[in-house]
C-alpha cells in the first residue's frame, strides 16, 4: 500500500533519478489510459519502451509508478480536481523511468465516459512555456517537502503545494491554471505540426493501412479548423482590446457633452434641446459599454476553450494516425499483441466520439455569445449615431451666431463629431467579426471524416 492507502504493485517503486535523460522524439505521440484510480488499462509501444518497464508490468499498475520526485504534488492535485470535474488537463511533466532516467513530456489528460482517462504525451515544444512551468515546480516542491517533514500527510502537503502553485500563476499574471492550459496546448499543437514532417503509405486497403490513410485525412481536417477557430479567436482578441478605446472615447464624448450642456444654459432652446439629449445618450453609451465588455471577457473565455477542444481532438486523431503506423511498421514490444491494440484503439475511437460532441457543445456556446455581443455593439453603433446627428444638426443651426460662447464649442463638437465616426467605423468592423463567429462553423467535412475513421477503427478490431 502506498501512503495514500492505495494499492502499489511489486514493481521498484523505491527509484532514485540517475541524472540519465531520455529524449521523447518530436514525432512521438505516445499514450496509456487509466481507470478512475489511475490503474493503467492500455498503452502504446512508444510509452512502454520510454517507461523501461514491461508491457504485462505496467498493466494494473497506478500511473504514478512513473511520478519523477521532482513533480510537485499540487500539480497532481490540480489535474485530479480537474478531471473530477469532468474537464481535461493539460501541464508539463516529468517522468522516471524504470531505469532512473528522466524524460519530459507535454501530458493532456481527457475524461473517458464516467470511468476513466486517457493521457496522450509528447516532447514539450514550446521552451519558453515549459522553463516557465519548471520555474514554478521548483518553488513548489521545497514547501511541500518542508511540510511534510513538519508531519502534514502527503495529502495536506498537496493542497499547499496548490495553493502555493497558484499564488505564483497570479503573480506572475497568469489568471487562471486554465489560461495557461488554454495557450499551451494550442502552442504546442503549432510547433508540433511546424517542427514535423507527414510520413505518406500506400493504401493497399487493408484495414489497418485503411486507418492510417482515414486518420490522416481526419487530421487534415482538424488543422483547417482548428486555424478557422484560432482566425475568430483572433477577432475576438481585437474586440476585446479595442474596447478600452471606446470607453474612453465615450468617457470623453460625455464630459464633452456636459460641458455643451452647461455652455449653452440660458440660451435658446433648440441649442439647449440638441445638447440635453447629446449628454443623457452619452451616459447610456457609457452603461451599455460596460455591459458589452462583460459580455466580450465570456466570449474571449469561450473562444479559448473552443480552440483548446479543437487542438484536443486534433492530438487525439494525430494519436491514432501514428499508433496505426506503428502497427503497421510491426510492434517489437514484447507482449503486446493484437488483443492490446484494439484495446487500445477502441478507447481512442471513444475519445475522439466524446470529444467532438463536446467541441461541438462548446462552438455552439461560442456562437450563441458571439451573437449576443453582435447585437449589443449594433446597440451601441445605434446609440452613437443619433447624438452624432444632433451635434451635426447643431453646427447647421449655430453656423450664424455671434455668440461668443457657442463659437468657443466649435473646435471640440468637430473633435467629437471625428471621434464619434471613427468609433462607428470600429465597431462596424467588430459587429461584422462577431457576426462571422455566430455564423455554424465548416465543421460538417470534419464531422463525415470522423464517421470514416470510427468505422475504420471498428474493422481493424473486427
Same mark, same amino acid.
Given at each position: 500500500?502506498?501512503?495514500?492507502?492505495?494499492?502499489?504493485?511489486?514493481?521498484?517503486?523505491?527509484?532514485?533519478?540517475?541524472?540519465?535523460?531520455?529524449?521523447?522524439?518530436?514525432?512521438?505521440?505516445?499514450?496509456?489510459? #487509466?481507470?478512475?484510480?489511475?490503474?493503467?488499462?492500455?498503452?502504446?509501444?512508444?510509452?512502454?519502451?520510454?517507461?523501461?518497464?514491461?508491457?504485462?508490468?505496467?498493466?494494473?499498475?497506478?500511473?504514478?509508478?512513473?511520478?519523477?520526485?521532482?513533480?510537485?504534488?499540487?500539480?497532481?492535485?490540480?489535474?485530479?480536481? #480537474?478531471?473530477?470535474?469532468?474537464?481535461?488537463?493539460?501541464?508539463?511533466?516529468?517522468?522516471?523511468?524504470?531505469?532512473?532516467?528522466?524524460?519530459?513530456?507535454?501530458?493532456?489528460?481527457?475524461?473517458?465516459?464516467?470511468?476513466?482517462?486517457?493521457?496522450?504525451?509528447?516532447?514539450?515544444?514550446?521552451?519558453?512555456?515549459?522553463?516557465?512551468?519548471?520555474?514554478?515546480?521548483?518553488? #513548489?516542491?521545497?514547501?511541500?517537502?518542508?511540510?511534510?517533514?513538519?508531519?502534514?500527510?502527503?495529502?495536506?502537503?498537496?493542497?499547499?503545494?496548490?495553493?502555493?502553485?497558484?499564488?505564483?500563476?497570479?503573480?506572475?499574471?497568469?489568471?487562471?491554471?486554465?489560461?495557461?492550459?488554454?495557450?499551451?496546448?494550442?502552442?504546442?499543437?503549432?510547433?508540433?505540426?511546424?517542427?514535423? #514532417?507527414?510520413?505518406?503509405?500506400?493504401?493497399?486497403?487493408?484495414?489497418?493501412?485503411?486507418?492510417?490513410?482515414?486518420?490522416?485525412?481526419?487530421?487534415?481536417?482538424?488543422?483547417?479548423?482548428?486555424?478557422?477557430?484560432?482566425?475568430?479567436?483572433?477577432?475576438?482578441?481585437?474586440?476585446?482590446?479595442?474596447?478600452?478605446?471606446?470607453?474612453?472615447?465615450?468617457?470623453?464624448?460625455?464630459?464633452?457633452?456636459?460641458?455643451?450642456?452647461?455652455?449653452?444654459?440660458?440660451?435658446?432652446?433648440?441649442?439647449?434641446?440638441?445638447?440635453?439629449?447629446?449628454?443623457?445618450?452619452?451616459?447610456?453609451?457609457?452603461?451599455?459599454?460596460?455591459?458589452?465588455?462583460?459580455?466580450?471577457?465570456?466570449?474571449?473565455?469561450?473562444?479559448?476553450?473552443?480552440?483548446?477542444?479543437?487542438?484536443?481532438?486534433?492530438?487525439?486523431?494525430?494519436?491514432?494516425?501514428?499508433?496505426?503506423?506503428?502497427?503497421?511498421?510491426?510492434?517489437?514490444?514484447?507482449?503486446?499483441?493484437?488483443?492490446?491494440?484494439?484495446?487500445?484503439?477502441?478507447?481512442?475511437?471513444?475519445?475522439?466520439?466524446?470529444?467532438?460532441?463536446?467541441?461541438?457543445?462548446?462552438?455552439?456556446?461560442?456562437?450563441?455569445?458571439?451573437?449576443?455581443?453582435?447585437?449589443?455593439?449594433?446597440?451601441?453603433?445605434?446609440?452613437?449615431?443619433?447624438?452624432?446627428?444632433?451635434?451635426?444638426?447643431?453646427?447647421?443651426?449655430?453656423?450664424?451666431?455671434?455668440?461668443?460662447?457657442?463659437?468657443?464649442?466649435?473646435?471640440?463638437?468637430?473633435?467629437?463629431?471625428?471621434?464619434?465616426?471613427?468609433?462607428?467605423?470600429?465597431?462596424?468592423?467588430?459587429?461584422?467579426?462577431?457576426?462571422?463567429?455566430?455564423?455554424?462553423?465548416?465543421?460538417?467535412?470534419?464531422?463525415?471524416?470522423?464517421?470514416?475513421?470510427?468505422?475504420?477503427?471498428?474493422?481493424?478490431?473486427?
Amino acid at each position: 500500500m502506498d501512503e495514500e492507502g492505495q494499492y502499489w504493485p511489486s514493481l521498484p517503486c523505491n527509484r532514485v533519478p540517475t541524472g540519465a535523460i531520455q529524449e521523447v522524439g518530436v514525432e512521438e505521440l505516445f499514450f496509456s489510459t #487509466t481507470d478512475l484510480l489511475g490503474v493503467i488499462t492500455a498503452a502504446n509501444p512508444v510509452f512502454v519502451r520510454l517507461s523501461h518497464f514491461g508491457y504485462r508490468q505496467l498493466m494494473g499498475a497506478p500511473h504514478n509508478i512513473i511520478r519523477h520526485p521532482r513533480m510537485p504534488g499540487g500539480a497532481f492535485k490540480l489535474m485530479w480536481d #480537474t478531471l473530477q470535474s469532468g474537464k481535461p488537463f493539460c501541464a508539463y511533466v516529468d517522468n522516471l523511468a524504470a531505469n532512473g532516467s528522466t524524460y519530459s513530456v507535454f501530458a493532456t489528460i481527457t475524461p473517458l465516459g464516467h470511468d476513466a482517462y486517457l493521457s496522450v504525451r509528447s516532447r514539450p515544444m514550446a521552451t519558453s512555456l515549459k522553463t516557465a512551468a519548471d520555474s514554478l515546480y521548483d518553488a #513548489t516542491r521545497p514547501v511541500e517537502l518542508a511540510a511534510r517533514s513538519s508531519g502534514v500527510s502527503a495529502r495536506q502537503a498537496a493542497a499547499l503545494g496548490l495553493e502555493h502553485l497558484a499564488g505564483l500563476l497570479v503573480a506572475g499574471g497568469i489568471p487562471s491554471y486554465d489560461e495557461f492550459m488554454w495557450t499551451a496546448l494550442a502552442t504546442e499543437m503549432s510547433l508540433r505540426h511546424g517542427a514535423t #514532417t507527414r510520413r505518406d503509405r500506400p493504401n493497399t486497403g487493408d484495414p489497418l493501412s485503411n486507418l492510417f490513410a482515414t486518420a490522416g485525412r481526419l487530421g487534415d481536417e482538424l488543422q483547417r479548423w482548428t486555424l478557422h477557430q484560432q482566425q475568430l479567436q483572433s477577432a475576438i482578441k481585437a474586440l476585446d482590446q479595442a474596447l478600452p478605446g471606446l470607453r474612453d472615447a465615450t468617457d470623453a464624448a460625455l464630459v464633452a457633452a456636459r460641458e455643451f450642456e452647461d455652455a449653452a444654459a440660458g440660451r435658446f432652446a433648440p441649442l439647449l434641446l440638441s445638447l440635453t439629449v447629446w449628454a443623457q445618450m452619452m451616459s447610456e453609451i457609457g452603461d451599455l459599454t460596460v455591459a458589452l465588455g462583460a459580455d466580450l471577457a465570456n466570449l474571449r473565455s469561450s473562444s479559448a476553450q473552443t480552440v483548446f477542444r479543437s487542438c484536443l481532438a486534433w492530438l487525439h486523431t494525430d494519436t491514432v494516425t501514428q499508433f496505426a503506423n506503428e502497427l503497421l511498421d510491426g510492434v517489437t514490444v514484447p507482449d503486446y499483441d493484437s488483443g492490446a491494440a484494439c484495446s487500445a484503439l477502441r478507447l481512442l475511437g471513444q475519445a475522439l466520439q466524446e470529444g467532438f460532441a463536446q467541441t461541438h457543445q462548446q462552438e455552439a456556446s461560442n456562437a450563441s455569445l458571439a451573437a449576443a455581443a453582435a447585437a449589443k455593439i449594433d446597440e451601441v453603433c445605434g446609440l452613437i449615431d443619433i447624438p452624432r446627428s444632433l451635434i451635426e444638426n447643431w453646427k447647421t443651426t449655430i453656423a450664424d451666431t455671434r455668440d461668443s460662447a457657442v463659437a468657443r464649442l466649435l473646435p471640440q463638437v468637430a473633435t467629437e463629431v471625428k471621434r464619434a465616426d471613427e468609433q462607428l467605423q470600429l465597431l462596424t468592423g467588430l459587429s461584422s467579426d462577431c457576426s462571422a463567429i455566430a455564423e455554424e462553423p465548416p465543421s460538417s467535412s470534419v464531422d463525415a471524416a470522423l464517421g470514416s475513421l470510427l468505422l475504420a477503427i471498428r474493422a481493424v478490431m473486427a
